[in-house]
């Protein structure tokens, strides 16, 4: 197994314009470097306007077919960098949610309705988002920026990224739930002709969001699985009532990471996972003894079964502005997203106990040679990729 980060703000942190940070960008590579956290989950695509709320800002791809070089420039410079450390990244092509554009903005452009209803009724938006899959128009914007950004050429290494070892997989979207199985093999079979060294996964949650967890990723073009745990999200841990609901949340996490362990179909990552400060203070300085218990256990859990992990999030040396609020342009880039309570799951660089909790799952990686893991296949790429290249 690897342990690994959500470091979805990787592009624009490297970014020369509004919101990059190259010395930092730097030191925090280094940072996970030295930590033993070799990849990268990354956003890929960006979308919409900047006047938009809860939104990463500034947007890869303002409109349809236009992008922000600098943005461009940064997720070329984050990748040249990466590759000097030997780190290797997922490249998240999409979202369903809205706090990076995603799907409600291509159903936007693509003329499915005026404007984007946010969230306060998940329910509802998960209805308005999955509109994408159905309308021709938002599906052909997307594979636009597919062609756009996989055929693209790092201008620090004059390497293509097809053929960039860096890059270890591409992911069709973040959480895509009420999955149309006909666009998962679609897309993920133009990415395999696209890119036929390097990975293909979904980006899917697991049980929690899928009807059949076996089929959506049945597709011959799919390469391994993906699942999520949020324990706090799903109701199962109350952070403010901890020692009753740790121990469900304990339970739960082991039995869904078990579940998941029995598909043997293809590989399989625990992408993301992740538990607040105590009392969900989102300061930087609160306590972190109930996360530490949990990472542990979840690392544990996932260990048992050989299972990659990637933890959500990394937020390193930035802090919110303000503790439990949402970011705004200028705020330092962390682990949560915009839309999300600043300090909510950011593991930061002077949280110790935690950083050496990953350091030790870290170090006792494995390349178990078997055929079920995704470890194996990894690294069965990684030798016929040195191959080609």
Same mark, same amino acid.
């Given at each position: ?6 470091? /979805? ?28 956290? !070799?990849?990268?989950?990354? #956003? ?39 590759? @000097? ?11 369903? /949610? ?6 409600? #903005? ?48 790092? @201008?620090?290494?004059?390497? =293509? ?21 006909? /666009? ?7 990415? @395999? ?16 969001? =899928? ?20 324990? #706090?999200? /799903? ?23 078990? !579940? ?15 538990? =607040? ?90 390349? @178990?040679? =078997? ?19």
């Amino acid at each position: 197994m690897y342990i690994g980060t959500n470091f /979805w703000y990787g592009a624009n942190l490297a970014s020369p314009g509004p919101g990059g940070n190259r010395p930092r960008l730097l030191r925090e590579l280094d940072r996970l470097h030295s930590l033993g956290v !070799d990849n990268l989950r990354l #956003q890929a695509g960006s979308e919409g306007p900047n006047t938009e709320p809860w939104r990463i800002i500034p947007s890869m791809q303002p409109e349809p077919g236009s992008y922000d070089e600098a943005v461009l420039d940064g997720l070329d410079f984050l990748l040249y960098e990466m590759n @000097k450390r030997q780190m290797r990244a997922v490249m998240c092509l999409n979202n369903f /949610w809205h706090w990076s554009g995603g799907f409600g #903005q291509y159903v936007v452009w693509a003329g499915g309705a005026n404007s984007i209803p946010y969230p306060g009724d998940y329910d509802a938006y998960e209805l308005f988002s999955a509109r994408f899959y159905e309308l021709p128009r938002a599906v052909e914007l997307f594979n636009n920026h597919i062609q756009f950004i996989v055929k693209r050429t790092n @201008k620090y290494n004059n390497i =293509s990224y097809t053929e960039d070892p860096t890059i270890m997989s591409w992911e069709l979207a973040n959480e895509p739930r009420r999955l149309n199985l006909t /666009w998962v093999n679609h897309t993920a079979c133009l990415l @395999k002709q696209l890119a036929p060294k390097q990975l293909i996964t979904t980006g899917v949650e697991g049980s929690i969001s =899928s009807k059949n967890f076996s089929n959506d990723h049945a597709s011959s073009c799919i390469d391994y699985a993906t699942f999520h745990l949020w324990v #706090q999200n /799903w109701g199962i841990y109350d952070p403010h009532n901890a020692s009753v609901t740790l121990p469900l949340a304990l339970e739960f996490a082991k039995k869904y990471i078990d !579940d998941h362990a029995a598909y043997k179909d293809k590989p399989i990552v625990l992408e993301e996972f992740g538990i =607040s400060r105590d009392n969900d203070n989102h300061s930087s300085t609160a306590s972190i003894t109930v996360r530490d218990q949990y990472y542990e256990a979840v690392f544990q859990f996932a260990r048992n079964h050989n299972i990659p992990v990637n933890f959500w999030a990394y937020g390193g040396e930035g802090r919110p502005r303000i503790p439990h609020a949402n970011w705004a342009q200028g705020d330092d880039f962390i682990g949560d997203p915009p839309h999300e309570p600043q300090g909510w799951y950011s593991v930061y660089d002077t949280d110790n106990s935690t950083l050496e909790i990953i350091r030790h799952f870290a170090s006792m990686t494995t390349t @178990k040679s =078997s055929a079920n893991t995704l470890v194996f296949s990894i690294v069965l790429h990684f030798f016929i990729f040195t191959i080609f290249l």
